[in-house]
């Protein structure tokens, strides 16, 4: 089976590392890729966001399979493209359809369907930039901090989280003024602050029944202690010792079934990964955010810990039958720590030179932002550069593995959390 893979990062480095493992995979090509994604497969000069180009490709190459990996390309409709197009309907999409992306592509919306399906998730209200006062009003009605999220897609990034009220009356002038997160902020989402910890769930799903994998949680802010800026996520640790299988009874029976049940209700076609964005407040699981493709860099941790052969579940999405799907799921811990160019999440240099992969021991180097440079080095290409994840018989082991790897890697500017973890333990 020949497999399209689409994506440039993190979590596409693992799902390739992943389907390449498969003895159902004859034939894996990543577009765009990284440095790592072509040691998996091959690497094409193709953006994943291009549906036009994508669709020539998979019809000139005879790709039996597309496995879409960012959130853009979903939201803006390559399932449709391809499945509606009758020269290449029968076509294998891992992904949901446009309708089905809306899950993510719009905060307003998921809040929408989670108020009508009862799934448990913080009070709101949603406004366009024609009701600043209404909105400004409304903070007055919550105790703070205030969270204001971008109703479109921001890169992870477009939620602000306020404990001072005129800081967050600027940052709504901002937002629906279009200077800050541009048209996806253009409608913001103020919801109330939930206090507790967050994880992150996974399911794959046919849209009628589903195959759990392995929780994660991971780490946002660019400063240890999780102080300072919001970035794409620093590192990421599977499983989360307190999502014990109390707790993921709630999180099925109130959450995943009825999503899945509002998903069949609304005739969402839906085939591919749904994840989860929780927070557990006093036992309880509520909703943060729905996102409809694998986390990154949560993915670097869950995919190392899934036994069974990923394409071989991606059949069974396909042909509807997760149902008859069986999933085995290591018990080993994953620990993901992510190495970053300095001056990430804000400005950061590109162009520099790694060493010390080949010093790495007992551990996995996935690859996000690198590339090899006309030189033949190997480079940094984006914020978000190396992730060094470990398998380990604890937290404690992984986590010492994952952070000496981490320091044998070698680029200038290179930063890391040395705290990824700790507060599970």
């Known amino acids: 089976m020949k497999i399209l893979l689409l994506g440039s990062g993190g979590r596409e480095h693992a799902l390739a590392w992943k389907i ?23 690497n094409i000069n193709l953006s994943d966001s291009d549906i036009d180009g994508v669709k020539k490709y998979v019809l000139d190459n005879q790709i039996d399979m597309i496995v879409v990996g960012p959130e853009q390309a979903l939201v803006n409709g390559i399932y449709d493209a391809i499945k509606n197009d009758p020269q290449c309907a029968d076509k294998i999409v891992i992904g949901p359809s446009k309708a089905g992306a809306q899950l993510e592509g719009s905060k307003s919306y998921s809040k929408t369907f989670m108020q009508e399906f009862n799934i448990p998730t913080a009070a709101y209200r949603s406004f366009n930039k024609n009701e600043l006062n209404n909105a400004i009003a409304f903070l007055d009605t919550l105790q703070p901090p205030y969270v204001l999220k971008a109703d479109g897609l921001a890169t992870g990034k477009g939620v602000i989280i306020t404990s001072v009220k005129n800081e967050a009356i600027n940052e709504l002038n901002l937002m629906l003024g279009g200077e800050k997160f541009g048209e996806a902020g253009e409608h913001v989402v103020i ?18 029944d589903y195959v759990l994998l392995p929780s994660a949680k991971d780490y946002k802010r660019i400063g240890e202690g999780d102080t300072g800026l919001n970035t794409g996520g620093m590192g990421s640790i599977s499983p989360v010792p307190f999502a014990d299988t ?28 749904i994840f989860f964005g929780l927070i557990n407040v006093k036992g309880n699981p509520y909703v943060i955010e729905y996102n409809v493709r694998m986390g990154d860099p949560e993915t670097e941790s869950v995919m190392p810990r899934i036994e069974s052969d990923l394409v071989e579940l991606f059949l069974h999405v396909d042909k509807e039958t997760v149902k008859d799907a069986r999933i085995s799921i290591s018990p080993k811990t994953a620990t993901s720590v992510m190495l970053v160019s300095g001056g990430y999440p804000q400005k950061y240099p590109k162009g520099k030179i790694i060493t010390g992969i080949d010093n790495i021991e007992d551990g996995i180097v996935f690859h996000a932002g690198t590339k090899i440079d006309e030189q033949g080095h190997l480079v940094t290409n984006g914020g978000r550069v190396l992730t060094t994840t470990t398998l380990g018989n604890s937290i404690e082991e992984a986590l010492s593995i994952s952070n000496r790897n981490a320091e044998r890697i070698q680029f200038e500017g290179k930063y890391y959390r040395h705290d990824i973890g700790k507060d599970l333990l």
């Open 246 to 273: 109390e707790f993921m009874e709630k999180v099925k029976k109130r959450i995943i079934e009825p999503t899945l049940h509002g998903i069949q209700v609304r005739n969402l076609n839906y085939h591919g990964f």
């Open 20 to 42: 390449a493992q498969s003895p159902l995979c004859s034939e894996l090509v990543i577009a765009p890729g990284n440095a790592g994604t072509a040691q998996c497969g091959t």
């Open 191 to 208: 919801e109330e602050f939930l206090s507790g910890i967050e994880l992150s769930v996974f399911v794959l799903t046919d849209g009628k």
